[in-house]
């Protein structure tokens, strides 16, 4: 493997979809993205060769565009980029100094057909040329407090620019941008849940709850979850169209959920189920049910290169770290009647436990906070395999069903 590996962070739009992606510099040899001994335009330059050359721009964030820093060295180079200006959001960082050069170099990669965001910005009035050639306007929320950033906000909104708001770390954080406007959204809120208080689940939620109920019990025969699962004519016909496509390419064409039990097993088909009863919730987002998919296969993959079993139990981990923010409850008051394991209970609400360590280490990776995407004696490398293995992995789930 290569020494210099990518982070990526989603950004969403106002529908809460995956809009685009950050690509980060990170070390391969440490879990952190510290530049070490490599300077910023090595760390600009690396993340553009293994993002397109490496790996390949379409597994990191498919038809999406990637948003990529850029020092000034890049932006003042006037040979061309060796980068599709299509599908590249070119950030602007915020310590190169508003200059007439910069200026001039960002009309140059607009006119190449680059889309150009400025990075932390903080309005300044001498700044008005370079704002009006923005396309994306990046504000790290953090930065301001509530009054200022409804007063900065106004400012902005005079231009032509999109807004994105930064390191939103809650959904009341989210709902607020989205009251001012902003078009676009990054950081922890996805974890963090609104909480609707006084009402009761629709019954679509209430189903799916229900079906989770069987699927978790230890107990459960295969009558009983072949009734449970049949109940959903939605779900029996998405597993067998799955069992029977090219992702698992069985030679012998599945026909019903007791077959899919015996050749799959009990425990890997209520996994299964359990993921395609929380994709049938669609007034939710398609994208969520994506991150929960990637969530939970990151977490069986670590289990896995870590030599921890079983690996089902990881993977629900994974998948139900997601519920709260799917269902709009507290994560508590959703799994509380569920049949779950108390190491698996401990592992959602607490983080605690190895299965907690897991999801701590996926959710970190997530949003680039490499300093803790630890787990066991995994390296770095090992984890970031894992996280494109899970990536990859949910695509093609995806495509199936």
Not at 307 to 312: A, I, V
Not at 357 to 383: G, H, K, M, P, W
Request: a negative charge; hydrophobic letters at 45%.
């Amino acid at each position: 493997m290569p020494d210099i590996f990518i982070g990526r962070q989603p950004i969403f739009d106002r529908k809460l979809r995956v809009h685009a992606y950050e690509l980060l510099f990170r070390s391969g040899h440490a879990n952190h993205a510290a530049f070490g001994n490599v300077s910023a335009d090595g760390a600009t330059s690396t993340t553009i060769v293994n993002s397109f050359l490496e790996f390949g721009l379409d597994k990191l964030v498919g038809d999406k565009p990637a948003f990529i820093n850029f020092t000034e060295k890049f932006l003042f180079n006037e040979n061309a980029l060796p980068i599709p200006p299509r599908q590249v959001v070119i950030e602007v960082l915020e310590n190169i100094p508003v200059n007439f050069q910069l200026i001039k170099a960002v009309e140059r990669l607009k006119t190449e057909g680059f889309t150009i965001a400025l990075d932390d910005y903080i309005y300044n009035p001498a700044h008005k040329p370079l704002v009006a050639l923005a396309d994306i306007i990046k504000i790290d929320i953090m930065q301001l407090s509530r009054e200022q950033l409804i007063r900065h906000t106004a400012m902005l909104k005079k231009f032509t620019a999109k807004l994105l708001a930064e390191k939103i770390e809650s959904m009341d954080e989210f709902e607020l941008c989205h009251k001012l406007g902003f078009e676009y959204f990054q950081g922890y809120f996805l974890s963090k849940p609104r909480i609707i208080q006084g009402k009761s689940l629709p019954a679509n939620k209430l189903a799916v709850l229900n079906l989770l109920a069987v699927l978790q019990k230890e107990d459960s025969d295969i009558e009983e979850l072949e009734e449970a699962i049949g109940f959903d004519v939605s779900i029996t016909y998405r597993i067998l169209k799955l069992m029977n496509s090219a992702f698992f390419n069985y030679s012998k064409k599945i026909e019903s959920i007791r077959q899919a039990v015996f050749i799959m097993g009990r425990k890997k088909l209520s996994s299964w189920a359990s993921m395609l009863a929380l994709s049938s919730m669609n007034d939710r987002p398609g994208e969520m049910i994506h991150i929960a998919m990637t969530r939970a296969k990151m977490c069986e993959l670590l289990a896995e290169k870590a030599g921890l079993k079983p690996l089902e139990s990881f993977f629900t981990v994974g998948l139900f770290s997601a519920l709260d923010i799917m269902m709009e409850r507290e994560l508590a008051e959703i799994i509380a009647p569920l049949p779950l394991s108390e190491d698996v209970v401990s592992a959602l609400l607490a983080r605690q436990g190895i299965k907690g360590e897991a999801i701590q280490c996926v959710l970190a990776y997530e949003v680039a906070d490499f300093a803790n995407a630890t787990f066991r004696n995994l390296s770095a490398d090992d984890i970031y395999v894992a996280q494109i293995e899970a990536i990859t992995w949910a695509n093609m789930v995806t495509e199936s069903l």
